[in-house]
């Protein structure tokens, strides 16, 4: 595959970008929702905050209190000697019991970057999408925009600690929004909404990750009005082997072709390496696979991508595209925004029919 | 509380029910769903059936294999030396490795059961439900039936290697039915649909189970249709310590009072002792908690709730309901079915309001 990464590579990193919590820093600035507004590039950028620890001993994890009504930011200090916590993984302090989160060490929002050329951002100074419910007290996550007529849905994840939902937001200006509550329930991430109805209904790529029965593979639901979801079918899965067998989730926003609507999406291996890579879907019925690629499209090879708070991911929550271009905006290692153009024929070629 | 156990309890057993299949046996008859039909009682069983295996150390595992289109039963057989599976729990066979379901060790489908009297049941011969799609391959299992207008429509569980989903399936004359697909995503289980809109809206009881974040507790969901689901809010929790500290989540199909939607839902401690408790809802605003029990209404007492299949469970999927009397139906220990009447003045009376 023929990927013309930008020289501009990383695009955006976290020097890029201003604290907007005192006493914190920007570890992470990734996972760029993407949207074509009144001329400009919009990347929806997932910005991770950490408090600044003085003490290698105490690890501080940031929530949102909404104790009171309104969301209030509060520091959490544990002692690193506690032996309640795993803090092994860097991105989140689990539970030695059971292995699960209790806390997350960074608050992630949404924040805008504007382009006029695709190439060059400006980063917004303040927050689009902070947490605004007790369901998104630990941040909001990894946006994907979809639009429709004169609309732009933007899914994202909404953490707490009662799990990870999809929130769904609307907006028609990228200032002003609407807020719709949770679209699905815990534990689900990944949702990429198809930008038409499909034969009378919408439809959206969505990622469950069981905890009994079943692996993180991609699901497919549908539905009248984007806010209620049903007839939930299973997609694709992953391999037992090769870059494909840890987990598998949607990536891009679901773009039409001739030969049918083609989901640009992430799968990662039992190492965490994460690759994209390309499924084709029917156009008259997109819970329908019609083919997809064995290797990556785009795997973890420039020194951003292999190296970082999380090394050795690519993960694209968007592209663009022109002609035959597709323009595939991803996070780089949980760490920085990277851009590469690839050729919409030659993915088209690379795909293997069943 | 005063529980007014049935003196024929457990009304219907194992030996009660003559086994579909050829060469099982029938482990289970238990967690039925309940619906008033055509002046009777109908107890929607759920009946699991084991494969009888000839040598103590091969265990089979039944699997309904829909490759050619039509599901037909494959009994796997599994030697219990093999070290990739881990064969201590009763109900499922694990993968050692993550700990994931590779099989369960019955599968259970739905056959009803009729009754004049609510008390004395005759049981169908053959399935009412049986597995009849690929997300169904391991079992159909715990119908609730809510009835709307004319219809009654069956929420159940829908278990497959993919995951346990929630399937719906609608009736008007438990002869014939109508197939829904899944209303909700892996993993989830206990779905319990309000019998009636309020304010517009269709609501239903859920219980997901996270694997990252968050515990099995109850949350409840909006919809128009009935068969897509949104806004998804929590609803009600764990406990840190006591009788629901472990896992929750809707029992019986929630019934209108003057004082607001009463649920009888199930809690399980750490020990996976099952018992029931009461929760009141807001009558306008069904997410809305007013008040709880504090200790069960029902416990495993009697010898056939503490010993069993999988001993010290009760677990409702329906009740009936005669002026002040709430009649019980419940699975005991994953073997049979008992029932038991209870004062609704008294559970009321045993609520403690927030």
């Not at 390496?273 to 690629?293: F, M, Q, S």
Request: proline share 6%; aromatic share 10%.
């Amino acid at each position: 595959m023929n990927v013309k990464r930008f020289k501009e590579n990383p695009l955006i990193t976290p020097e890029d970008v201003k604290p907007f919590h005192d006493n914190h820093e920007v570890i992470g600035v990734f996972n760029a929702g993407v949207a074509e507004f009144d001329g400009e590039t919009l990347l929806l950028l997932r910005v991770a905050e950490q408090p600044i620890s003085e003490h290698p001993e105490v690890v501080k994890a940031p929530v949102i209190d909404f104790t009171n009504g309104t969301g209030k930011l509060r520091i959490v200090d544990l002692d690193k000697s506690n032996p309640i916590y795993d803090f092994s993984d860097p991105r989140s302090i689990n539970f030695i019991s059971d292995g699960r989160g209790a806390y997350l060490t960074s608050l992630s929002y949404i924040r805008l970057a504007r382009s006029k050329d695709g190439r060059h951002f400006t980063v917004d100074d303040t927050p689009f999408i902070y947490p605004g419910t007790e369901r998104e007290a630990w941040g909001v996550e990894d946006p994907r925009v979809t639009h429709i007529g004169e609309t732009y849905y933007i899914q994202y994840s909404a953490v707490s600690p009662e799990g990870i939902g999809v929130g769904l937001i609307s907006t028609k200006n990228f200032s002003t929004y609407e807020r719709h509550g949770l679209i699905l329930h815990p534990e689900n991430k990944d949702v990429a909404i198809f930008p038409e109805k499909i034969n009378g209904k919408y439809y959206t790529l969505h990622r469950p990750v069981p905890k009994g029965i079943g692996r993180p593979e991609i699901w497919i639901a549908e539905s009248d009005n984007l806010l209620y979801w049903g007839n939930h079918q299973y997609l694709l899965g992953l391999s037992e082997d090769g870059w494909d067998n840890g987990r598998i989730g949607g990536g891009a926003v679901p773009f039409k072709t001739e030969k049918g609507w083609l989901e640009i999406y992430h799968a990662a291996d039992q190492n965490n390496r994460y690759c994209l890579g390309a499924v084709l879907l029917d156009l008259e019925n997109p819970a329908r696979i019609l083919a997809k690629t064995e290797v990556p499209i785009l795997e973890p090879e420039a020194e951003y991508e292999t190296s970082g708070f999380f090394g050795n991911v690519v993960f694209t929550c968007g592209v663009t595209l022109r002609g035959d271009n597709v323009r595939v905006y991803y996070g780089a290692s949980d760490t920085s925004v990277a851009a590469a153009d690839l050729s919409l024929e030659e993915i088209l070629s690379k795909l293997t029919y069943l």
